[in-house]
């Protein structure tokens, strides 16, 4: 059994589609990208599998759960966390704060406090920043809050929706260093949105590509930093493709 | 001096009322973007709970029989349940909706909430004297002022520490300030939208049965219209404070007080009828100034 699994899903906004019939797999463990154009339904994809977006077809499956029908708040209980597109972090709030607002739906007192000094462990900059308002931060910094956060709900799977949008390179850099030893260290499941083939085969892992609503692509992610494929998919096939 | 301490008495008593009422109203607009018309309604219903049911002329007590040590917590009660009453059969079936659709459910809430107490107390005005000793007046810093109007002050500062408390220190206002932030996100992370929006109603039905017993006390009258002139001033200060903003309701609502009673102190005898008029035309000006509010709970938006 796939740690998750996607069947057939569709997505509309009104009578616009979204997402048609999308299905994929990502089993324990695994690192995958989504990656295509703007539009492709990137972020109608991780809505769906969050519970923030309403499917009007097909189901969704995490260990055996069917997620499709849930409330976004009974889909993180179930281990799904979500580190959204542009941070969403709560400004107003303290770091520290914004770090704790996901951990009312555990127990383990001791392992939470333990996770948040893990995380200053690992972002010194929250550490030192954790009573200051969260939206004073610099862009990176609310990233990796961002992520920290995700992290406070303990997640068996996490989802990072374009974590290199808006940050300078070396920020960018860091922050893939920082996603790949967490999940070495915790065996968490990563589906990343990374529009770059090139920032993901470095990276490393599997990718999947969407284009219009639909799969059209599904390998390595070195591969298809090598292939034309993405290029077509995001220029018709003549531009080069610009770094992002 | 005695003019001075009187007028700070009177302005800080009207603006802690106000601030309570604009404090109901922002915490529900803060977590679910309506603005509820029938929070006025709920100040009603509280003071109509203390009577018996009846449309006789004459009020007899009922609930304000009841020593303050046992009625105070049962009046809360009262507008914490109705409150919580009205989200679970109105306002929960319109999270989806427009806040405009919402906001027109609010009115029709009110309404049907105003013909139940006229259905059942008729629509004359009741005289009640609920703690008639309070308006005894007592002498401080060489003024002449009501009990009340210290008590009035010293509940609102009580009432708005306890719910600053309350929202920084424990879990459930923790959830409450991330979900008026983000609401969304903060499902992302777990939080429960439900239990969210059921607490920022009692907490908003709570303030409704404070505002109240301060009025009827203030008043000594039961009006099934009560609510709607308290309603009209509280959003006026949600909207000047800068909608949804909580320490921005607060000081909004103070200033309008002030604003209201400096007005009817100082304006020549025959504008002062006309106190409304030069009030609001404040408001407009304020809004014209600051049409974000004076504490616009933008500000806080994450940079890029």
Same mark, same amino acid.
């Given at each position: 059994m796939s740690k998750l699994g996607v069947f057939d899903v569709s997505v509309r906004y009104g009578k616009v589609?979204? $997402?048609?019939?999308v299905s994929l797999h990502v089993e324990e463990g695994e690192r995958v990208f989504i990656s295509g154009p703007n539009g492709a339904g990137k972020s109608s994809l991780l809505g769906a599998i969050s519970g923030a977006v309403s499917t009007s077809h097909g189901r969704i499956e995490m260990d055996g759960d069917i997620l499709s029908g849930r409330p976004p708040e009974a889909i993180a209980r179930l281990g799904l966390s979500m580190v959204p597109e542009g941070r969403e972090i709560f400004g107003a709030l303290t770091v520290e704060e914004n770090l704790r607002v996901g951990v009312g739906i555990r127990r383990d007192k001791q392992a939470i406090e333990s996770d948040i000094s893990d995380i200053y462990d690992a972002f010194s900059i929250l550490g030192e920043r954790r009573? /200051? @308002? /969260?939206?004073? $931060? &610099?862009g990176g910094q609310q990233q990796m809050l961002a992520i920290g956060r995700g992290l406070m709900t303990n997640p068996k799977l996490m989802m990072v929706d374009e974590p290199s949008l808006g940050l300078a390179p070396n920020i960018v850099d860091q922050v893939y260093e920082t996603l790949v030893a967490l999940q070495e260290e915790r065996g968490l499941t990563l589906l990343i949105v990374e529009q770059s083939s090139a920032r993901a085969a470095r990276v490393g892992g599997r990718m999947i590509l969407l284009r219009g609503g639909a799969v059209v692509g599904d390998g390595d992610a070195a591969e298809f930093a090598q292939q034309d494929l993405l290029k077509e998919a995001y220029f018709g096939g003549s531009q080069k493709e610009t770094a992002q | 001096m005695n003019n001075v301490a009187q007028l700070f008495f009177d302005a800080a008593s009207l603006g802690g009322i106000y601030a309570m009422a604009a404090l109901g109203i922002a915490l529900i607009f803060g977590v679910m973007n309506l603005v509820n018309f029938a929070h006025g309604d709920y100040i009603a219903v509280c003071v109509f709970a203390l009577i018996v049911p009846s449309s006789e002329a004459v009020a007899v007590m009922f609930l304000g029989h009841a020593p303050a040590v046992v009625l105070i917590p049962m009046l809360l009660g009262i507008g914490a349940l109705l409150a919580m009453a009205s989200e679970y059969v109105v306002f929960r079936h319109f999270r989806r909706a427009d806040p405009v659709a919402m906001m027109i459910a609010s009115f029709a809430l009110g309404f049907v909430i105003q013909n139940g107490l006229l259905a059942v107390y008729g629509g004359r005005p009741k005289a009640i004297s609920l703690w008639p000793d309070l308006n005894t007046p007592v002498a401080i810093a060489g003024a002449s002022v009501p009990l009340l109007q210290v008590i009035v002050i010293v509940a609102t500062l009580v009432v708005v520490c306890s719910l600053a408390l309350l929202l920084k220190k424990t879990r459930i206002g923790l959830e409450m300030r991330a979900a008026a932030e983000n609401f969304t996100m903060a499902r992302l992370l777990g939080v429960r939208a439900n239990v969210v929006i059921t607490g920022a109603f009692a907490l908003s039905g709570a303030l409704a049965a404070a505002v109240a017993m301060i009025m009827v006390t203030q008043t000594g009258v039961a009006d099934v219209r009560m609510g709607g002139q308290i309603m009209l001033v509280a959003f006026i200060a949600t909207v000047i404070g800068g909608m949804g903003s909580l320490p921005g309701a607060v000081a909004a609502g103070f200033l309008i007080g002030a604003v209201s009673v400096l007005l009817q102190a100082f304006l020549p005898l025959d504008a002062r009828p006309f106190r409304d008029a030069f009030l609001y035309t404040f408001v407009i000006v304020s809004l014209l100034l600051r049409p974000q509010g004076l504490? /616009? &709970? @933008?500000?806080s938006k994450p940079r890029v």
């Open positions: 589609p979204a $997402l048609n019939d009573h /200051a @308002n /969260a939206g004073a $931060l &610099s | 504490f /616009a &709970s @933008n500000t």
